[in-house]
């Protein structure tokens, strides 16, 4: 095991309350491209239908929807599953919240078994990328 991993893994339940939550969901400049191939469309298309600006104008998200929910959301799943952003996948074990527990069904496995089981997302967990939270402070 990695030296300073966590103990335990959250694993996803699916529960789809992350891509609920009001907020951005921030995608960043690398990330674009790959999910704009996966859809298949030209990255200017992509930009013009699929996101906005940031909250604070830093950089773009992905469109929320006036309910809220992120525009990727369907049929019950995430369009870009694949390839989302390090921010969804980094949701809730390389970024979380106090409280976060009572709004997202992971389940806690030992991480020893979550590596065996091939259930960690290396990439979720390296530290190479500056991730930071959804915004739910209500403050747009
Ligand atoms: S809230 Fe938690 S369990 Fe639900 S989809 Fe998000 S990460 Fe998965
Ligand atoms: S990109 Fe996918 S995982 Fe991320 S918030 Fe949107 S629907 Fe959820």
């Known amino acids: 095991m990695a030296e300073g991993m966590k103990d335990t893994w959250y694993q996803c339940d699916r529960c789809l309350a992350c891509c609920k939550w009001p907020g951005d969901v921030r995608v960043e400049e690398n990330e674009i491209d790959a999910i704009a191939a996966f859809l298949d469309m030209e990255v200017d298309d992509f930009?013009?239908?699929?996101?906005r600006l940031r909250t604070n104008r830093s950089g773009l998200s992905l469109i929320e929807r006036e309910n809220h929910e992120c525009?990727?959301?369907e049929n019950g799943g995430c369009k870009i599953q694949s390839v989302k952003p390090f921010q969804c996948k980094g949701f809730p074990n390389r970024w979380n919240f106090p409280g976060w527990q009572e709004q997202c069904q992971?389940?806690?496995?030992?991480m020893e078994e979550a590596v065996a089981l091939g259930l960690v997302d290396e990439g979720a967990?390296?530290?190479d990328h500056q991730l930071r939270g959804r915004d739910l402070s209500h403050e747009h």
């Open 106 to 110: 992971a389940k806690p496995v030992p």
């Open 47 to 51: 930009i013009q239908r699929f996101t």
């Open 125 to 127: 967990l390296s530290a």
């Open 71 to 73: 525009i990727m959301l």
